[in-house]
């Protein structure tokens, strides 16, 4: 019912930037908290950053100063916009977003996540 695709991963130089952004799609009835995860080869899912239906935003201390998140709530989507980039960010970046969605007559609530962009940061 619901789907995310990310886009915007890339081949960057250290000290350059990219931004990515995810759109959800579906019978969405609200989003509630959206967020950026990354997994680096041979590590565990983190969380990068996240961003409430408020727009209250939330980092990992590794990107902070580093990386932006923001959202555009007419377009069901988020963005993160990584600039100063590092080598050690380089990982698959999975968009995240709890959302509020309709199925026939009834509304049920769910976790959804995206199928990944890699992102690789050359030294």
């Known amino acids: 019912q619901v789907q995310l695709v990310e886009s915007g991963g890339d081949l960057v130089q250290a000290g350059g930037s990219l931004r990515l952004s995810c759109a959800a799609s579906?019978?969405?009835?609200?989003?509630?908290?959206m967020g950026w995860y990354r997994q680096a080869p041979g590590k565990q899912r983190e969380l990068v950053a996240s961003i409430t239906s408020g727009s209250s935003t939330n980092y990992a201390d590794s990107v902070k100063g580093r990386f932006t998140i923001s959202r555009d709530n007419a377009k069901n989507t988020v963005y993160l916009q990584m600039s100063s980039l590092k080598p050690e960010d380089t990982a698959i970046y999975y968009c995240?977003?709890?959302?509020?969605?309709?199925?026939?007559?009834?509304?049920?609530?769910?976790?959804?996540w995206g199928q990944g962009t890699r992102v690789t940061v050359s030294s």
């Open positions: 579906g019978s969405i009835l609200s989003i509630n908290h």
């Open positions: 995240n977003a709890g959302v509020a969605y309709y199925s026939g007559t009834h509304g049920y609530t769910g976790e959804y």
